[in-house]
């Protein structure tokens, strides 16, 4: 038995490492590429830049116009966040925590949420958005993404306050505690790891997304970090070591936000697969 469960995390971890390899080795050649000349990128894409040029970092910024796509993308991206992270836990911890009818039909409900193909909608809601005069606003994204996202939010936090055990509450009761005091004081403080997963998986797709983007925003003061990129392809087209750099500088934010929340991710997600 001991024999089997070592060739099987030696496979595992294997496995693993390959994977991981297949993943950072382009980021990090796409990294070291945005720091050379643009003839030394043409003469070996594998080499390792003779002098580090980091005027382009400062280039790629202005040609892709980066001070108004990150501060767009910042604000869609936190408040989207926010707005999911708290409608999704207050969801989670009645589901989680109390009985009432329609219990169940309410939780299927959210599950249903995740099997609906997100880019199928993208017609309907172009189609309300503009019935409610909301097209080319922060709101067209924001509220998208919300609704996109509340359903995982929801699915994650609910499998883990179920673990809770009933005397948390029942000991802030005998305090005198209300049931938002017990929320906001008890519950909510000891699901940090899986606030941590849904928070950021929620921040990569906000800050990654595309396709709503492009159909509902319009202006260029409102458009987003993607939609800067992609407009950047089109102007500075030869210059591939200025888009990589203006990668690079769109993928610092995931890192340190992955770094960051990083040891709280893996708890997290280990512990919704098993109280869940």
């Known amino acids: 038995m001991n024999r089997k469960s070592g060739l099987f995390q030696f496979f595992a971890y294997t496995f693993l490492s390959l994977f991981a390899i297949i993943n ?125 996202h509340l359903s995982l939010t929801v699915f994650i936090l609910e499998g883990f306050m179920r673990g809770f055990p009933k005397d948390l509450e029942e000991s802030g009761v005998m305090d005198g505690a209300g049931v938002y005091r017990i929320f906001w004081s008890i519950i909510l403080p000891i699901t940090r790891p899986a606030l941590a997963t849904v928070i950021i998986l929620n921040f990569i797709y906000n800050w990654n997304e595309y396709l709503f983007a492009l159909v509902l925003i319009t202006s260029t003061e409102l458009k987003t970090l993607p939609l800067g990129l992609a407009n950047f392809v089109g102007i500075e087209t030869a210059s591939l070591t200025l888009q990589m750099a203006a990668l690079t500088i769109a993928l610092i934010p995931i890192l340190i936000f992955y770094l960051l929340l990083q040891k709280q991710l893996v708890n997290g997600m280990t512990a919704g697969a098993v109280k869940g």
């Open 24 to 148: 950072v080795v382009p980021l990090f050649w796409m990294v070291v590429n945005s720091f050379k000349r643009e003839q030394e990128y043409a003469a070996d894409p594998f080499s390792f830049p003779k002098v580090l040029q980091f005027s382009n970092y400062a280039k790629a910024w202005e040609v892709a116009n980066m001070n108004v796509y990150f501060l767009n993308s910042l604000i869609v991206t936190f408040v989207s966040l926010l707005v999911t992270v708290l409608l999704g836990a207050l969801a989670a911890y009645f589901l989680s925590r109390f009985k009432f009818k329609l219990q169940g039909m309410t939780y299927g409900l959210f599950l249903l949420g995740m099997l609906v193909p997100i880019h199928a909608t993208l017609i309907p809601i172009f189609l309300i958005m503009q019935k409610l005069h909301l097209l080319d606003t922060y709101w067209s994204l924001i509220l998208p993404y919300t609704a996109f």
